[in-house]
């Protein structure tokens, strides 16, 4: 079954500081692969996006991802985090019926 | 162009009513995705529309119901409502082609009591 884990639940960094959050994914053919960004009691707002090519791409604010076909794994990155940056990620796959399989979330706090 | 855009923002109702939830798709978009996040989860597909017929459907029962409508809106009801049913309901739009995104609506904040 198509799935997709994000096994850190909560991260905190420091303001400037670099981010790494880990997706890992199940899914028997190449994937299609999203990072959305939710502030709280909003909606979802797309990041960034692979369908194929490059293994890594970048998105909107100074966000960039890898796909590692070898590892499952979609990692987000991004060099020197924002305070504004604080908000919950979500790794997402395309499934059947082209409906989007989230994960559980990573919520970023960003400390001063 | 316009985005996608849910009503209401906000909506309190009691066990064992029923709710319906709107839903327009941003503009040169077909296709309609409900999806359900309970607090502290991911989104949880419910189903989707494309051409006014429900064309995927997530392990929600029968009392959760939709409609699109010729202009590619869309609602989403909620028959006999349940405390459990209580989470933010978000829509998706996007055009029925591969390799397309899925724009989101703010949501809908629908609390059971």
């Known amino acids: 079954a198509q799935s997709v884990t994000q096994p850190d639940i909560h991260i905190t960094v420091s303001e400037g500081a670099s981010l790494e959050l880990r997706c890992n994914y199940s899914?028997?053919?190449?994937?299609?692969l999203f990072w959305y960004v939710q502030s709280p009691g909003q909606g979802l707002q797309l990041l960034l996006k692979y369908f194929s090519g490059d293994t890594l791409v970048q998105g909107i604010k100074g966000f960039e991802a890898e796909f590692k076909r070898s590892q499952s794994s979609f990692n987000l990155r991004k060099p020197s985090v924002h305070w504004s940056d604080a908000a919950e990620y979500f790794c997402?796959?395309?499934?059947?019926?082209?409906?989007?399989?989230f994960g559980a979330g990573t919520r970023l706090a960003v400390h001063p | 162009e316009t985005g996608v855009t849910q009503s209401p923002t906000h909506l309190i109702k009691t066990r064992g009513q029923q709710v319906t939830l709107r839903c327009s798709s941003q503009?040169?978009?077909?296709?309609v995705s409900w999806y359900q996040q309970a607090l502290g989860q991911g989104p949880q597909f419910i189903f989707q529309?494309?051409?006014?017929?429900?064309?995927g459907r997530g392990n929600f029962p029968p009392r959760f119901s939709g409609l699109q409508f010729p202009n590619y809106s869309s609602e989403l009801n909620v028959n006999a409502l349940e405390l459990d049913d209580s989470a933010l309901y978000l829509c998706?739009?996007?055009?029925?082609?591969?390799?397309?995104?899925?724009?989101f609506g703010q949501g809908t904040r629908l609390t059971v009591v």
């Open positions: 997402a796959v395309v499934g059947g019926y082209n409906k989007l399989i």
């Open positions: 998706a739009s996007s055009k029925r082609e591969p390799n397309t995104e899925a724009f």
């Open positions: 503009s040169g978009h077909n296709t």
């Open positions: 899914y028997g053919a190449t994937p299609y």
């Open positions: 529309y494309y051409r006014e017929e429900e064309n």
